[in-house]
T-cell receptor
Framework: KNEVEQSPQNLTAQEGEFITINCSYS?????LHWLQQHPGGGIVSLFM???GKKKHGRLIATINIQEKHSSLHITASHPRDSAVYIC???????????FGTGTRLTIIP | DVKVTQSSRYLVKRTGEKVFLECVQD?????MFWYRQDPGLGLRLIYF???????EKGDIPEGYSVSREKKERFSLILESASTNQTSMYLC????????????FGSGTRLTVV
């Protein structure tokens, strides 16, 4: 079973700060998802990546398959970025995801 | 955009009731999933389905069953609801093979009293 660890568990920052959330996992994977969950429950898939780096607006996700590590970065953070961010690796040959317990991000105006 | 729709946003049921949670997706995804989410435990997989009439147990299937009679619909059934099944339930779907298009519903917050 893939053990997934995220850090930090909670993060509070000022508006405009550069944010980094880290994810480590224990077993080789085929891809990794970064998910965002706002208060109220809805979950949105931000990225699915299997190598290198992806960018979408102010969000950047990187993955190092050899080191079993991924990071999510937010540039010029904004209060609307306040949410729980969850990393979810996917194993080989199946569609099941394993989920980290999430990082609760709060951006203060 | 792919849409995954869960029939109820909030639900309150009594202990011992049979509860049906419905999930419908509109993009012909092969895979569908039911999760529950509890504070400190994250998302845990209850059941999943790769195809019509096909189901496989996830990590915590006890006390639940599922039904997938049509490709677009995946139902979660609590045969006899108990208070420890009070939770947020999330449905998701994805494309087969690539695993892309992973899309979640907005969740059903179930309270069993």
């Amino acid at each position: 079973k893939n053990e997934v660890e995220q850090s930090p568990q909670n993060l509070t920052a000022q508006e405009g700060e550069f944010i980094t959330i880290n994810c480590s996992y224990s077993v080789g994977i085929s891809a990794l998802h970064w998910l965002q969950q706002h208060p109220g429950g809805g979950i949105v898939s931000l990225f699915m990546l299997s190598s290198g780096k992806k960018k979408h607006g102010r969000l950047i996700a990187t993955i190092n398959i050899q080191e079993k590590h991924s990071s999510l970065h937010i540039t010029a953070s904004h209060p609307r970025d306040s949410a729980v961010y969850i990393c979810a690796p996917r194993g080989f040959g199946n569609e099941k995801l394993t989920f980290g317990t999430g990082t609760r991000l709060t951006i203060i105006p | 955009d792919v849409k995954v729709t869960q029939s109820s946003r909030y639900l309150v049921k009594r202990t011992g009731e049979k509860v049906f949670l419905e999930c419908v997706q509109d993009m012909d995804h092969e895979n569908m999933f039911w999760y529950r989410q509890d504070p400190g435990l994250g998302l845990r997989l209850i059941y999943f389905s790769y195809d019509v009439k096909m189901k496989e147990k996830g990590d915590i299937p006890e006390g639940y069953s599922v039904s997938r009679e049509k490709k677009e619909r995946f139902s979660l059934i609590l045969e006899s609801a108990s208070t420890n099944q009070t939770s947020m339930y999330l449905c998701a779907s994805s494309l087969s093979i690539s695993g892309g298009g992973y899309t979640f519903g907005s969740g059903t917050r179930l309270t069993v009293v």
